[in-house]
């Protein structure tokens, strides 16, 4: 590499400033690798930096939370660029699943002195992710919350009262699935989750993965069951006694999702868009190099 360039999300949130510009500088600049920090407003801002920073022969070092590590791994994916991580977001999920630093001295050391770890991306549709992708219900909650925020609360009050509703009122899904090329399936589902590899779905570690690189996409459906179902899975879930088939789950590289509807709200790592139906859900094996601990 011949140089380090950060990329900063200036819409990640109140912290992401001047201050926040100074501290990085003098981080790299303390571990003997100067950066030239930039600052952005959305995702379109940050593929641009990132492409250029990599056509430079830049490490390319991405700061903020799971949205903005998308767009940065979204441009770098399949080019052979390295990523670096400083995880400055609300949930840091990729970050958490890599075993990162939280701190931001210490990210900023693994992204200079770590080592080289080769992870595959999810897509739906052309747009990558890192996490999961969903249908249904995760949609309503994301929308949900960003409303709420936009009526001043904080983003984890907006997230619960977005439940709340989200909870009370689902609007359950028809979607014929397609897995691997076989005969397809067609279920009523207030919920269809497509994580890039498996997912813990029981206990305190419920929501985390133990791979990033095993090949595959983990797919999960909720059967139809209203809102007391819905509340009463979640909880057996935490507590780790779900019944055998409440969840239908399966790996797949390859999920073609039909729906009735020609354009369907589609939910991946922290964000929503509108797509066209039908979605093509594929797992690009060992896609991206990212920095991580030695």
Request: include cysteine; hydrophobic fraction near 45%; glycine fraction near 14%.
């Amino acid at each position: 590499m011949t140089g380090v360039t950060c990329i900063l999300n200036a819409a990640a949130g109140p912290g992401h400033g001047p201050e926040m510009v100074g501290q990085i500088t003098r981080l790299f600049a303390g571990a003997g690798s100067p950066a030239h920090v930039v600052m952005v407003q959305d995702g379109a801002g940050i593929m641009a930096q990132v492409r250029q920073a990599a056509e430079r022969g830049h490490l390319v070092v991405a700061g903020g939370g799971d949205g903005t590590v998308n767009a940065a791994a979204a441009a770098l994916a399949g080019t052979g660029g390295v990523l670096g991580v400083l995880p400055l977001g609300t949930c840091n999920h990729f970050a958490r699943d890599l075993g990162l630093p939280l701190d931001l001295a210490g990210a900023v050391r693994t992204a200079l002195t770590g080592r080289v770890r080769v992870v595959d991306v999810g897509e739906v549709n052309g747009q990558v992710f890192l996490n999961n992708s969903s249908l249904g219900l995760y949609p309503q909650l994301v929308r949900g919350r960003i409303a709420e925020q936009k009526q001043g609360h904080r983003k984890w009050v907006a997230l619960a009262m977005a439940a709340v509703s989200c909870l009370r009122h689902p609007v359950p899904l028809l979607v014929r699935l397609q897995v691997d090329g076989a005969e397809a399936l067609v279920r009523r589902t207030p919920l269809l989750f497509v994580g890039n590899n498996r997912y813990d779905m029981i206990g305190l570690h419920m929501g985390g993965r133990t791979r990033l690189d095993g090949g595959q996409l983990w797919v999960c459906l909720a059967d139809d069951a209203g809102s007391a179902g819905l509340l009463g899975l979640a909880v057996r879930a935490l507590a780790g006694r779900l019944r055998p088939g409440e969840l239908d789950m399966r790996d797949t590289a390859d999920l073609r999702v039909g729906t009735r509807r020609r354009r369907v709200e589609v939910a991946w790592d922290g964000e929503v868009k509108t797509m066209q139906a039908p979605l093509h859900y594929r797992i690009r094996p060992a896609a991206l190099r990212v920095m991580v601990p030695n």
